[in-house]
């Protein structure tokens, strides 16, 4: 009895080896993760040699990644770009291959050097830039600054919620996506906002920063 049970599972095991032979997954088996985040800047920004001011990369989860990059301002003007993948770079078997649609605007050189001191100042706070959602579904995003007297700042964070300062620069991204995207006529508007978001968010950190007032007691001996 117990070499025809053993026998009945061996023939079983033979028959599962068998049967998943040779299927195919449903999606191409993705390049590891370190190798995914590495690569996205090179992918995104091809063909891009510009002098990197900041930078703003989103990679959804389940949708095309994207990024803003404003370049050094040259006279009273700065470059921007916004580019996105033609299809989704994650879980693609050639992401090299990918195209990347590309949209350039202008800014204002006074626009982009807000734009800068914004992003410096956030990313110089990395305590307040902690991920506070963690949800399975989301956008990660990857906020880097670069002075040209010094070297890169970057730090990347999971669903930035808008009412805290890695939130805030998801929200200046996006706007700046938005100018890109707009009419001419519109363009100044949106650019407006930008610097008036900006500052609220250089006051925030001035406040926080600022030494809190302290009561000084004084102690009356009584007889």
């Known amino acids: ?109 006074t626009t982009a050097q807000s734009l800068h001191e914004a992003w410096a100042t956030v990313l110089q706070h990395p305590e307040r830039m902690k991920v506070r959602n963690f949800n399975e579904d989301g956008t990660a995003c990857r906020f880097e600054s670069l002075a040209r007297e010094g070297g890169p700042t970057s730090v990347e964070t999971w669903i930035p919620r808008h009412e805290y300062p890695t939130g805030i620069l998801l929200e200046l991204g996006e706007m700046v996506r938005d100018l890109t995207q707009a009419e001419a006529s519109n363009q100044l508007k949106i650019e407006n906002q930008i610097r008036q978001r900006s500052q609220q968010l250089l006051d925030w950190y001035k406040e926080s920063d600022r030494p809190k007032n302290v009561t000084k007691l004084t102690l009356v001996g009584m007889a």
Not at 38 to 55: A, G, V
């Open 1 to 109: 009895m117990r070499r025809i049970i053993t026998g009945l599972l061996i023939s079983l095991l033979v028959a599962c080896s068998q049967s998943t032979k040779g299927v195919e997954p449903d999606h191409p088996t993705p390049y590891s993760l370190s190798a995914y985040s590495s690569q996205l800047p090179k992918i995104l920004f091809q063909n891009l040699p510009r002098d990197l001011s900041i930078r703003m990369i989103c990679f959804p989860s389940y949708e095309r990644e994207w990024g803003v990059l404003i370049a050094a301002p040259e006279k009273e003007m700065a470059t921007v770009d916004y580019v996105i993948a033609e299809r989704s770079i994650w879980r693609d078997s050639h992401p090299q291959d990918i195209r990347i649609n590309r949209t350039t605007a202008h800014i204002a050189k």
